[in-house]
């Protein structure tokens, strides 16, 4: 038995040592050298969607009457942007919630009443940017706080951008491996693996609301667009890129 089982073991450590060494000649013959690199690019564009953020916040006693409050509000609100041109879909709402409000007094606990937010954005063509003075007075003298006024790029235009980008990366990732490999007396081979390291798009806020009065951020914002013109925006691409290496 104890013969039957150093055999064993003798023939086992012979096929083991067989396959380094088949391991170490395969390499030797078919190297598998890799280098990988990050590729970045910079493009700029221009933003063809121009948005006015709106926030319409009501309190009310109970969660019914706060969100009432807050529907008459949106739905005055969504009437005058019709009456000046808009459509429902340029009307959006991104964020809607109902909770409770307490007042702490001496570590106790009382309720006074509920708060409903509705946060709704309104689209329209960077092109008719003459357009947004009507919408902060259609949401101001509804009830509505003015947040903010962005440039932006359209979804399509997003994907348009984002697939040029990391083109660009890509490519910026092949110069500098070759310029590796050629610095190491080697030659770039096939692409091993690719990955998006990043796309960074930011919209460009073209006003920031600082007041909390319904009245004075409408007036300061009005102010402000008076002199809103889109302008061009970076877009950034990353991408990281294993190249063989022969």
Not at 22 to 39: A, E, K, L, T
Not at 68 to 83: A, F
Not at 86 to 107: L, M
Request: aromatic letters at 8%.
């Amino acid at each position: 038995m104890e013969n039957s089982i150093k055999i064993t073991l003798i023939i086992a450590a012979t096929i083991i040592g067989l396959a380094l060494l088949g391991m170490i000649f395969y390499q030797q013959v078919n190297p598998r050298d890799n280098i990988s690199v990050q590729g970045q690019s910079t493009i700029r564009a221009t933003p063809d969607i121009v948005t006015a953020y709106f926030n319409v916040q009501t309190r009310g006693d109970s969660a019914t009457d706060a969100r009432d409050k807050n529907s008459k509000i949106t739905d005055d609100m969504i009437t005058s942007l019709i009456k000046i041109g808009f459509e429902r879909k340029d009307i959006i709402t991104e964020n809607f919630n109902v909770y409770p409000e307490y007042d702490w007094n001496n570590g106790n606990q009382r309720l006074k009443g509920y708060i409903t937010n509705h946060n709704i954005k309104v689209k329209m063509p960077a092109s008719d940017t003459s357009k947004i003075g009507d919408v902060i007075d259609a949401g101001v003298d509804s009830g509505a706080l003015i947040s903010y006024i962005a440039f932006e790029l359209s979804d399509e235009l997003q994907s348009q951008y984002k697939a040029l980008a990391l083109e660009k990366a890509t490519i910026d990732a092949r110069t500098k491996a070759e310029a590796i490999a050629s610095g190491a007396g080697k030659k770039v081979g096939d692409i091993v693996s690719v990955s998006e390291s990043s796309f960074n798009y930011y919209p460009w806020r073209a006003y920031e609301n600082s007041a909390m009065d319904v009245a004075e951020a409408g007036t300061l914002a009005k102010s402000a667009s008076t002199n809103i013109q889109p302008g061009e925006q970076e877009i950034i691409g990353n991408v990281m890129v294993t190249f063989s290496l022969k």
